[in-house]
């Protein structure tokens, strides 16, 4: 989420992030349902419901994400398989030629490495 929302600073609101990370699986729950189609009302009002705070913790995460994403497209270069990811409706960029693509395409680039110290942990 921190590594999004320092992206988004940097992009246009109809831009693209392109996250590399090391990833070894996607989350569950909430981000994964949301990412699937469900509406964010309908997730914030389950974690409102919920006695758990890890759920409740999960759902404001979720929500500070969709909130920095917008309409910006995501694409992650990551070892996840292509299908995994695109079933959150998530770009993939399967190796570093597929970045350079993107690269290439972009009418302006922003590198930000460890995107994610660029906003502090609270």
Known sequence: TRAVA???????PDGTICVACNLVGLPDGLFTRWRQGESLFSLAGDAADSDDPAIVGEALQTLLFARALGDRRLVLFSGLDEEMVESLD????????????????????TVLHE????????
Do not use: E, M
């Not at 320092?6 to 246009?12: D, F, L």
């Not at 998530?90 to 680039?109: F, K, M, W, Y």
């Open 115 to 122: 995107a994610d110290q660029l906003y502090p942990r609270r």
């Open 6 to 12: 320092a992206a988004a600073k940097a992009t246009r």
């Open 90 to 109: 998530i770009g993939h960029a399967d190796s570093p030629d597929a970045v350079n693509r993107l690269i290439r395409q972009a009418d302006s680039l």
